[in-house]
């Protein structure tokens, strides 16, 4: 079984950037989308960013300009760039992987802003 670990959650200041990295266990074939998800605290998880088979981007409106996806194909692996963070991006920060027949997750990678 192929197991997701993201990387690079930190403890920033509001204003501050990190890069957040997930690197696959093994090949994952028929991929569909990758993406990021996010959980704070008594809420949902909910999407960040997804990046599909073509390349295409999708991000929540609350990220938009500040966040970026991106890809390496050859290694699985999935970015995500997060400058000008705010205190409310405060959360745990979700790999995902949807094959052609099962969907992938991570641990989860630990995101704190403070103001």
């Known amino acids: 079984q192929v197991q997701l670990v993201e990387s690079g959650g930190n403890l920033v200041q509001a204003g501050g950037s990190l890069r957040l990295s997930c690197a696959a266990s093994?090949?994952?074939?028929?991929?569909?989308?990758m993406g990021w998800y996010r959980q704070a605290p008594g809420k949902q998880r909910e999407l960040v960013a997804s990046?599909?088979?073509?390349?295409?981007?999708n991000y929540a409106d609350s990220v938009k300009d500040r966040f970026t996806i991106s890809r390496d194909k050859a290694k699985n692996a999935l970015y995500l760039q997060m400058n000008s963070l705010k205190p409310e991006d405060t959360a745990d920060y979700y790999c995902?992987?949807?094959?052609?027949?099962?969907?992938?997750w991570g641990q989860g990678t630990q995101v704190t802003v403070s103001s």
């Open positions: 093994g090949t994952i074939v028929s991929i569909n989308t």
């Open positions: 995902n992987v949807n094959s052609r027949w099962y969907s992938y």
């Open positions: 990046i599909g088979s073509t390349g295409s981007t």
